[in-house]
């Protein structure tokens, strides 16, 4: 940590170029150890070095009257110490309420389910539409019609293919071997 941080150069516009060289050297001389004492704060090396460089640049953009100060070091640790601590207290209320989060959980579908959807996917795409509008969606007859644009005997020819279709594809059989020869 020998270079002084990066800041943007209209921060620091009204800075000189002996300020300039002078904030160089103090960056130099103190830069290292108040890194050490933030990370030792905040227990991340990174996190610790982000602090410490917002805080020097703080004191960068003002260093015409933090340079007067008996010991510049003092204000630029505290800045840094106080970012620290408000990055910890922001961490700590996430925390807290990631705490209070309780997962969501779900079973995953059944092997009924399962059977249903493959089922349905194998129907023809009308009667397969039908069948999930009318026994899924709660729609009756005439509202399916009205949705697809057709009479309402149609739909209820669909019901009735869709129906029968779905019937064959879940017909459960007594006996595990009949059951698997027709799979």
């Not at 996917?121 to 729609?139: D, P, T, W």
């Amino acid at each position: 940590m020998t270079a002084s941080p990066m800041v943007q150069q209209s921060t620091v516009s009204h800075v000189t170029s002996a300020d300039r060289a002078d904030f160089d050297g103090f960056y130099a001389a103190n830069a290292a150890q108040i890194t050490a004492q933030i990370r030792a704060y905040v227990g991340d090396l990174a996190e610790a070095e982000d602090l410490v460089a917002e805080a020097f640049c703080r004191a960068l953009a003002r260093w015409g009257a933090i340079s007067a100060y008996d010991n510049p070091a003092t204000w630029v640790r505290r800045v840094a110490w106080n970012l620290a601590t408000s990055r910890l207290r922001r961490a700590a209320v996430l925390r807290r309420f990631l705490r209070w989060q309780r997962p969501a959980t779900a079973e995953g579908p059944g092997p009924d389910r399962l059977d249903l959807e493959q089922a349905l996917s194998e129907l023809n795409e009308r009667h397969r539409k039908a069948v999930i509008l009318r026994y899924m969606a709660g729609m009756t007859t005439a509202e399916i019609a009205e949705q697809e644009g057709v009479a309402e005997t149609t739909v209820r020819s669909w019901l009735t293919r869709g129906k029968a279709a779905l019937a064959a594809r879940l017909r459960i059989a007594d006996n595990p071997a009949e059951f698997e020869e027709n799979r």
